[in-house]
Every structure is written in structure tokens, then in C-alpha cells.
């Protein structure tokens, strides 16, 4: 779709095991001003693949990025590597923080879980995922079975281990200039909103919006508030 204004487009990066239906609502309310795109980040086993593939398979006209969780991780990278091909930056529910030793444990049995029982790795991780009064919604839980069940086991393990192996984002922060937005889930287990917080500090700049009654998926616990804030925030990037 044309854009109406000068508005750079939108690159979407998501999160483990999700794909483009973790931001399908998003897409539908920045299509008004602008062109989006959501990053395969299915195929390397690092961050920094990741981020090499996205570099590789994007035009190098700036855009504003936009990183979920994992894609957090990798616009971080993406910032270190070409900072000059991002016009604006989107971080939701990530961390600049590296992985913890509990967090590795807990990610290799999940790994070896998922070897056998798919399923049983989606039954623990929904509750971690999702607001209470959330997670069993069709808009919701469907929506992470379905992205779940079609990208498979073997994705999930691949990218457990790029998450795992991920660098410390916390000294680049400073570097960051362009203009940034940080929006976290008031609820998110996961990434909760004292690392978004240290984000925001630690950006010159930034804005920060906490969602309430919202979990880690914010894009779908909250898709309304998501996107009212996402749209309000690119209208003002330029090209």
C-alpha cells in the first residue's frame, strides 16, 4: 500500500516462535500511514545471524524498527552494526541485559523438552507469556499455538540458543540516537518493566509507555493500546 506521508517503513522483528501474526493488528493500523515488513528471523542460530539476514534481505533506506522480545535482541545488533539504516527504533517487552545462568537451565530444558513434547513447552510457556485474564482467549492463545505449531520444534531450538548466547546491549545504549520508544507490558514475567525502564535511562531520549493489564505478548493482550501508541509514535518520524 502507497504511504500517505513520508513516514519511513516499518520493519517488524518478532519474537520466539512468532511470526507475522504476533503484530497482525499493528500491520493493520500502520498501513494507514505507511508500508511494513515483518523479518524472517527463522533461519540463524545467533543474533548476530539474525541481524545479518535482516541487513541483507531489507532495503538500506532508513526504517523504523520495531523488535519484540528476541527482536529486541536483535535490534539491538542491527543498532551496533548499521545504526544509519534505522530512523526510529521500537523496543517491546525485550531486555539489553544478557542471558542469566538460571535462564540458560531453564531455556536447555525447554530445549530438550521440545525434542519430544512440543506441546507440553507451549502448556508452560502460555502463562508466561500472557496476562491471566488473557491467555485463554482465542485472540490470544490461538494466535501462539498456531505460530507455535507451524514454525515447529526446530526453530524453537535454534533460536533458544541464539537467545541464549546473546551479548550484553547495555553499553550501546548511550550510542543509540535516534529517536526510541519502549513499551512493556505491566505484567510481563518475562522481560518486567524495570528492564524496560533501564532501557528507556539508558537511551538518550527515549520515551517509554507502560501497558496495563498486559503480559509479555503485549501485541496481543493489548492490541488496541499497542497500536494507538505505535501509530501516534511513527506519524512523527520523518524520512
Given at each position: 500500500m502507497k504511504a500517505t506521508s513520508c513516514i519511513p517503513h516499518v520493519l517488524l522483528l518478532p519474537g520466539l516462535l512468532n511470526d507475522a501474526s504476533l503484530f497482525q493488528q499493528q500491520i493493520?493500523?500502520?498501513?494507514?500511514?505507511?508500508?511494513?515488513?515483518?523479518?524472517?528471523?527463522t533461519q540463524a542460530d545467533s543474533i548476530a545471524g539474525m541481524a545479518d539476514s535482516v541487513l541483507k534481505n531489507t532495503p538500506e533506506a532508513p526504517c523504523v524498527l520495531v523488535g519484540l522480545s528476541m527482536g529486541g535482541y536483535v535490534a539491538f545488533e542491527i543498532m551496533r552494526r548499521a545504526p544509519a539504516r534505522v530512523a526510529g527504533l521500537v523496543l517491546l517487552d525485550t531486555s539489553a541485559r544478557p542471558d542469566t545462568a538460571e535462564g540458560v537451565a531453564a531455556r536447555v530444558a525447554l530445549m530438550k523438552l521440545a525434542?519430544?513434547?512440543?506441546?507440553?513447552?507451549?502448556?508452560q510457556l502460555m502463562p508466561r507469556l500472557s496476562h491471566p485474564l488473557r491467555?485463554?482467549?482465542?485472540?490470544v492463545r490461538g494466535v501462539v499455538h498456531s505460530m507455535m505449531s507451524s514454525l515447529g520444534k526446530d526453530v524453537f531450538i535454534r533460536q533458544q540458543g541464539a537467545i541464549m548466547t546473546r551479548?550484553?546491549?547495555?553499553?550501546?545504549l548511550a550510542r543509540i540516537?535516534?529517536?526510541?520508544?519502549?513499551?512493556?507490558?505491566?505484567?510481563?514475567?518475562?522481560?518486567?518493566?524495570?528492564?524496560?525502564?533501564?532501557?528507556?535511562?539508558?537511551?538518550?531520549?527515549?520515551?517509554?509507555?507502560?501497558?496495563?493489564d498486559c503480559g509479555?505478548?503485549?501485541?496481543?493482550?493489548?492490541?488496541?493500546?499497542?497500536?494507538?501508541?505505535?501509530?501516534?509514535w511513527v506519524r512523527n518520524i520523518k524520512c
Amino acid at each position: 500500500m502507497k504511504a500517505t506521508s513520508c513516514i519511513p517503513h516499518v520493519l517488524l522483528l518478532p519474537g520466539l516462535l512468532n511470526d507475522a501474526s504476533l503484530f497482525q493488528q499493528q500491520i493493520d493500523a500502520l498501513t494507514a500511514v505507511t508500508t511494513t515488513e515483518v523479518a524472517d528471523l527463522t533461519q540463524a542460530d545467533s543474533i548476530a545471524g539474525m541481524a545479518d539476514s535482516v541487513l541483507k534481505n531489507t532495503p538500506e533506506a532508513p526504517c523504523v524498527l520495531v523488535g519484540l522480545s528476541m527482536g529486541g535482541y536483535v535490534a539491538f545488533e542491527i543498532m551496533r552494526r548499521a545504526p544509519a539504516r534505522v530512523a526510529g527504533l521500537v523496543l517491546l517487552d525485550t531486555s539489553a541485559r544478557p542471558d542469566t545462568a538460571e535462564g540458560v537451565a531453564a531455556r536447555v530444558a525447554l530445549m530438550k523438552l521440545a525434542e519430544t513434547d512440543l506441546e507440553a513447552v507451549f502448556e508452560q510457556l502460555m502463562p508466561r507469556l500472557s496476562h491471566p485474564l488473557r491467555m485463554n482467549l482465542p485472540a490470544v492463545r490461538g494466535v501462539v499455538h498456531s505460530m507455535m505449531s507451524s514454525l515447529g520444534k526446530d526453530v524453537f531450538i535454534r533460536q533458544q540458543g541464539a537467545i541464549m548466547t546473546r551479548p550484553d546491549s547495555r553499553p550501546d545504549l548511550a550510542r543509540i540516537q535516534c529517536p526510541t520508544l519502549v513499551i512493556c507490558g505491566r505484567q510481563d514475567l518475562v522481560t518486567p518493566p524495570e528492564l524496560a525502564e533501564e532501557i528507556a535511562h539508558g537511551i538518550p531520549d527515549a520515551q517509554i509507555s507502560i501497558i496495563e493489564d498486559c503480559g509479555h505478548l503485549s501485541t496481543l493482550d493489548q492490541p488496541d493500546e499497542v497500536s494507538k501508541r505505535l501509530l501516534e509514535w511513527v506519524r512523527n518520524i520523518k524520512c
